[in-house]
Structures are given as C-alpha cells and as structure tokens.
C-alpha cells in the first residue's frame, strides 16, 4: 500500500504577531511524509530535538493553492531535484519555486521539501539544512530522505489542511487576501472533469492553468480532455516539453507515425512502486532467459535481447532537428514488422548501444497505446527504462563484485574503465550502477 501525507496542526496564540491573519493562523505544525517526519528540526532556543514548528499557516495554504496543479502533476526534468549549494538554471529556480515548501515564505521555518508528480505517484524529497546555514532562523532541520506517496492521499491531505486554514481566516471581508484565496481554492475544488483534464495537462507541463496562456498551447492543452488515443505520448510530451516548445515537440513525434505495439505474450512488470526496482527485475529476468548460467556475460548485440523478448527487430531511424534537448527518441511499432527507434543517432557506439535497450524496454512495455518518447525526465517510465537498459548492459552485481570501496580513486578508474570496455557501456553506466549498488547495500 502507498504511502501519504499528513499534515497536523494546531492552533496556538502568538501575541507578538502584528498581521491579525497571522495571528488567526499560528499554529504548531508537525508533516510527514509516509510517516517520516519532515519537520524534525533542532531548536536552536532548547537546544533540542522537535518535531514541531510553530508558524502562520496562511501563507503555506496560499502557496499550495496557487501551485495546486503543478505540485500534482509536474514532474522533474532533471535527474534529480536541484539541490542546495548548486548554480540553478532559470528554469531550476522556477521550478523550486513551484514545488518547495520553503518557497512558500522565505521568512518562515519551513522544511525544505519538495513535492511532484513522477507520473504513478506524488514523491516526496526533504533535504537537511547545512550545519549553521541559517543563524538567525529560531531552529535548524536535521534529516533528509524520499518517499513516494498516494496521489488521492496527498490531494486529501492538502484539500483538509486549506479547509482548516480558510476556517481559522475569518470572512473574507475581513481581508481581500482571505477573499482572494477562497475564490482561487473554490475554482479548484468545483472544476468539472473537462476543466481538471485541461489543468492537469497545464500543470503537467508547469503552467498555471488560469494564467494567460497562447491560443495555440491552450488548443493543445485542451487534447486532454477529449478520448485521445495517444494519451501516453501526450503525456510524455508535457512532461519533456516547455510552453516554449512542447507544440513543436508534439508535431515532430506525430509526424514520425508509429504505431502501438501488437498482442504481446509479455509478462507484467513488477508491481514494486519503485522504477529502478522495476526496471532492473525486468532486466535480469531477460538476461537470463537469454543467457541462462551466463546471464552475467556480455551481451554484444542488443537484437539478441529483442528476439528473446518478442521484438523481431529494433530499426533505429535518424530523425534531427529535435525540438527538446532532453528527448532522446521516439519509439513504437510498424505494424507487427518491429519496433523503431527515431531520433537523433548518437556518435558514441555505447551511447546508441545504451538508447536501443532503453528502446526495447519502451517497445515491449509501454507502447501498448502508442508512440512514446525516450526523455531524461525523472517519471516513473522513463527511470524504469534507465534502469532496465544499465541492468541489460552492465549488471550490477558485475560492478559491485569487481569495484571495492575500498580502492583508491586511480584503481576504481582501471577497473570502471576495464568494465565499461568489456561491456560497451559508458564510464558513466558503470558508476551509476556502483553508487546506487551501493546505496543500496
């Protein structure tokens, strides 16, 4: 069963406070997140360890309503959310702005948790504050973790935590911002499923969908609400595409025509909610199927994995000019001739090598309503397909039985470099399976 949200919260007198709506609002304030506690902070006052914080709550209730469709539906386009202590693009800080808490007010002492969409699931990333990074806020929070939780749960979760917020503001005549926040949270809860399917498509691509958004990107947004037989592919679009670019994207993956897959005799994937889990029980599944007692062995041509599976052939189709640059691909079938793989041909033989089994995957397990789109984007499908396609090539018990941490830096490149020649991977694919072999152990 997944795991949700939960926001408890208590009101508490907090006479210091000038803003009578903060005042209204103060509250003691605990959050979990699939029963882990985002809020455990230092006490910088006590010198010891809470759970609780106390702060207005209207301005977290504010934040959330205003970034409701993104915080839902968003995912992340990057491998992993940007951190602290990093250069942040434009659209990084735009982005931490929708999905962090601690966006919310900056002078309040909020968690720095982020929420979004990964397609399957709302995940949840909180990330510890530096030793002494903020002296002057009253507590300082001590840990960090991740957590994938119930969409229907977290929507609960925060539907309960505005309704007892706006009870505790007053009448809205008391104050335009209570006004302003009640009409904004009642266009939300009574939209119909046609305005929900339009802002779930806007908030997916990072759009607020009341916003002032081009006639053109309205028109594509509103494919969401008719019975669209490439609802994948659409989705995968919003989720690689930028309002910039995600009409242009659409109209390159349509134009390429691919078709979903025929009747397949597959097996299901895994039920774990993890992608990576997924992808790599997937993958050596299919190993050994081919290589049985060699199921360790290289395999130097991906076809061989294809066949095994029921692909009776991949063709990789080169097709520039792509309008997102972290698309890789567009892949489907051709009737029952095989799958294709359209897009750019990368230069690097283990690079191509790495973007077919990324393809097959695709082909055998996503395609059964159509096209998709191989991305960087950090959703469930695509991180099973990253998964599935480094487990293929390079397994990590390989990686993990030949690298010893141990090793000083000179001989982990040897043997990283000795690995990923032998197995036509990138230096990169083998790190990547040690340290996360490694997280794991």
């Not at 968690?111 to 030793?131: K, N, S």
């Not at 607020?208 to 081009?214: H, L, N, Q």
Request: hydrophobic share 40%.
């Amino acid at each position: 069963m997944l795991k949700s949200l939960t926001i408890e919260c208590e009101r508490v007198p907090e006479p210091s406070a000038i803003d009578p709506l903060e005042q209204r609002t103060w509250a003691a304030t605990r959050i979990f997140a699939g029963g882990k506690c985002v809020t455990t902070l230092l006490d910088r006052a006590t010198g010891k360890e809470t759970n609780t914080v106390y702060i207005p709550l209207f301005p977290l209730a504010q934040w959330v309503v205003t970034n409701w469709w993104t915080l839902l539906n968003e995912t992340c386009r990057w491998e992993r959310p940007p951190v602290p202590g990093k250069h942040w693009s434009d659209e990084q800080q735009a982005w931490v702005q929708r999905h962090s808490v601690r966006a919310a007010d900056s002078g309040l002492l909020l968690p720095r948790l982020t929420l979004y969409g990964d397609g399957r699931h709302i995940c949840a990333e909180w990330v510890r504050d530096e030793d002494d990074a903020y002296p002057n806020m009253p507590g300082q929070f001590l840990y960090s973790s991740r957590e994938l939780l119930d969409r229907p749960g977290v929507e609960s979760a925060l539907s309960e935590f505005i309704a007892k917020v706006l009870s505790w503001s007053g009448p809205g005549k008391q104050d335009e911002r209570i006004e302003a926040l009640r009409g904004n949270w009642e266009a939300i809860s009574s939209a119909d499923s046609g305005e929900k399917a339009f802002c779930n498509a806007a908030g997916r691509l990072g759009l607020d969908p009341y916003s002032s958004i081009e006639n053109e990107l309205v028109e594509f947004l509103e494919r969401a609400g008719d019975n669209y037989q490439r609802q994948a592919l659409f989705n995968d679009v919003l989720d690689a595409g930028a309002r910039a670019s995600s009409v242009k994207l659409w109209q390159w993956a349509c134009a390429i025509d691919l078709d979903r897959s025929p009747q397949m005799n597959m097996p299901a994937l895994p039920t774990s909610d993890l992608a990576a889990k997924a992808g790599y029980l997937v993958a050596r599944k299919w190993r050994t199927a081919l290589r049985g007692a060699s199921s360790h062995a290289p395999i130097a041509d991906i076809s061989e994995v294809g066949r095994e599976m029921g692909i009776p052939n991949l063709t990789f189709e080169e097709r520039n000019h792509l309008p997102v640059g972290m698309v890789r691909a567009a892949v489907g079938w051709r009737g029952d001739r095989g799958a294709v793989l359209a897009g750019p041909i990368p230069s690097r033989a283990e690079s191509r090598r790495f973007l077919e089994a990324r393809g097959l995957f695709h082909a055998a397990y996503a395609c059964s309503d159509g096209a998709r789109l191989v991305t960087d984007v950090r959703n469930w499908d695509q991180q099973c397909s990253r998964a599935f396609a480094a487990e293929l090539l390079i397994p990590q018990e390989v990686v993990l039985s030949t690298i010893d941490s141990e090793l000083d830096p000179d001989e982990v490149d040897r043997h990283v470099d000795k690995l990923a020649a032998d197995f036509g991977v990138s230096t990169h694919a083998v790190h990547w399976q040690f340290q996360n072999g490694s997280k794991a152990g």
